[in-house]
């Protein structure tokens, strides 16, 4: 008998498990609750993929040996709770897709700093000549590279609800960037379900696995200890000792100590700000030596590397005032690194929507930095309660061009307007792209 599988959404991720179950003989079926583009009806249509859209016919799919759940779906919504009560596995795209390669994995996770350490990783074996492909929660599918191209190594970064159903999926290493509060939204507003989920990246690692964590961040550095993880343990970060396995900073070089060998690359070129950055740079350096990469690939790598769009980017300076897009900060820790590397007073453009956000971490640097606040989003009661006692100028907008406008008359020489949200994008924006794009635009039409 046929194998039979349902896709639930056309997204990238969908349609990318579609073409590769298809290419393995599965029977595919790809089912949208909202309106599919014509232009994946006709790729799919040219692949014989059978499909529907703007609805989930049940009756029609129960019959399936597995169900791939995009990232996007909630795990609660009435579809997958279908499927779950017939016991028919709800999977991931990332666990399909190992199904079908026998390429060495690596899988790097974290509330913040997950997509810089993945481009970064992939930038230094890319340039080590090393066959190497990007995917996962960035770019293209991963699904879709393991069905039309052949890598011996994927970079993956990894979204918490990408790990929610894996059920055999154990990369060769695995990354943790750090843990904050984030998309608590999706997990009833309770953190240790939002950790629970993290830890997902290392619970089928074996032995010979590895797993690399941030030991600087508390949370992180508790759930570590108290998991039942398999893999070697490899702890990164800036507060660590001397030890038989630990990758830090000492006297501006990266410092990575591996079975009591020890490499040294230097890190006063790396173009990135902030200690953040120097974390993730500990990470993707541990990660290439591991594989074996010569330390002067490593510390050319990092020389060259231009960093993440929309993450701490520098637009234009203007009249002597410096704007930085770090629209890619959709969530209150994310923001914490921004706030933390400017070196001049602000003004801060904030605000969207609101993911169960708790600002009083950010108290401390709003005193010490922050001289206004332009809030930009439909609901500001969160933000103007946490921070009216902090500035003395708070301000809302509806729109980036106007936000952009009022942050210049505000703002003086040698000072920065900060655009880090701390927040999603969907009041205004389409994603955080288009509102990156947008205060990009804006700050050129000044």
């Avoid at 859209?53 to 129960?62: G, L, N, P, V």
């Avoid at 939204?185 to 950790?195: G, M, P």
Wanted: overall charge negative; charged content about 20%; hydrophobic content about 40%.
């Amino acid at each position: 008998m046929q194998e039979q599988g349902v896709i639930l959404g056309a997204g990238i991720s969908g349609i990318g498990a579609a073409l590769l179950a298809k290419q393995q003989g599965v029977s595919v079926f790809v089912s949208d609750a909202s309106p599919i583009a014509s232009t994946t009806k006709a790729l799919l249509d040219s692949h014989q993929i059978h499909w529907e859209e703007a609805q989930h016919s049940f009756e029609k799919m129960r019959h399936a040996h597995w169900v791939m759940k995009s990232p996007g779906i909630p795990n609660n919504a009435t579809i997958v709770k279908a499927f779950e009560a017939i016991n028919c596995p709800v999977i991931s795209e990332i666990e399909l897709a190992t199904r079908y390669t026998n390429a060495t994995i690596i899988g790097i996770t974290g509330s913040n700093g997950k997509t810089t350490t993945t481009l970064l990783t992939h930038h230094i074996l890319k340039n080590a000549g090393l066959n190497v492909g990007i995917a996962g929660n960035i770019g293209t599918s991963f699904a879709q590279q393991v069905a039309e191209e052949n890598h011996d190594i994927y970079v993956l970064e990894i979204s918490s609800f990408q790990l929610d159903h894996i059920q055999r999926f154990a990369p060769d290493i695995a990354v943790i960037t750090n843990i904050t509060p984030d998309h608590l939204d999706r997990y009833n507003n309770d953190f240790s379900a939002y950790v629970k989920a993290k830890l997902k990246i290392t619970e089928n690692q074996q032995q010979n696995n590895l797993l690399l964590f941030n030991s600087d961040d508390p949370v992180l550095e508790q759930a570590i200890q108290t998991c039942s993880s398999r893999a070697q343990k490899h702890p990164f970060g800036m507060e660590l000792q001397s030890a038989a396995t630990t990758t830090t900073v000492e006297n501006d070089q990266i410092k990575i100590t591996r079975k009591n060998n020890t490499t040294m690359i230097p890190t006063t070129s790396f173009p990135l700000m902030g200690r953040h950055n120097l974390l993730n740079a500990l990470a993707a350096a541990t990660i290439a030596d591991v594989l074996n990469v010569r330390k002067e690939v490593i510390r050319e790598s990092l020389q060259t590397f231009k960093g993440v769009p929309h993450r701490l980017e520098k637009v234009l300076t203007i009249g002597g005032v410096n704007y930085i897009n770090d629209s890619k900060a959709t969530n209150v820790n994310a923001t914490y690194y921004a706030l933390e590397c400017m070196e001049a007073r602000t003004v801060w453009i904030a605000g969207g929507v609101d993911k169960g956000n708790h600002y009083a971490d950010l108290l401390p640097l709003v005193h010490e930095k922050v001289k206004a606040i332009v809030c930009l989003g439909v609901a500001n009661q969160k933000l103007l309660e946490e921070f009216s006692n902090v500035v003395d100028i708070m301000i809302e907008t509806t729109s980036m061009e106007e936000a952009v406008k009022i942050a210049k008359k505000i703002a003086d020489r040698k000072e920065n307007v900060l655009l880090s949200p701390a927040c999603a994008s969907f009041d205004l924006f389409d994603n955080y792209e288009d509102r990156g794009n947008q205060f990009k635009q804006a700050v050129r039409n000044l």
